[in-house]
């Protein structure tokens, strides 16, 4: 089995920043494609930001200039830094793997972590 422990979230200000950690762990797993999602109360998940396996980015709109997807495969991990917080940026931030094991690829999620951005 595969899972995922996502870390950093917590409440900040308008303004500020916050970096969000996923981590990876299992047996015989090669990790392909990541991102992170995010779902604010009444609204469907969305996503924020993706990494593939060599490192291509892509971002939505309303987090361009301001997030930073980055991955380190040394350690299964995944990150997404958050600068220039906005109150709209309040939401569970999920984090998503896209992981090959014997069989074939599968997709795995987080548990979540809540970030708050107060005005």
């Known amino acids: 089995q595969v899972q995922l422990v996502e870390s950093g979230g917590g409440l900040v200000q308008a303004g500020g920043f916050l970096r969000l950690s996923c981590v990876v762990s299992?047996?015989?797993?090669?990790?392909?494609?990541c991102a992170w999602y995010r779902q604010a109360p009444g609204n469907q998940r969305e996503l924020v930001a993706r990494i593939s396996r060599v490192g291509s980015t892509n971002y939505a709109d309303s987090v361009k200039g301001r997030f930073t997807i980055s991955r380190d495969d040394a350690k299964n991990t995944v990150h997404l830094q958050m600068d220039s917080l906005k109150p709209e940026d309040t939401a569970v931030y999920y984090c998503?793997?896209?992981?090959?094991?014997?069989?074939?690829?599968?997709?795995?999620w987080g548990q979540g972590t809540q970030v708050t951005v107060s005005s």
């Open positions: 998503q793997a896209n992981v090959w094991r014997t069989g074939g690829f599968d997709d795995y």
């Open positions: 299992g047996s015989s797993f090669i990790l392909n494609n």
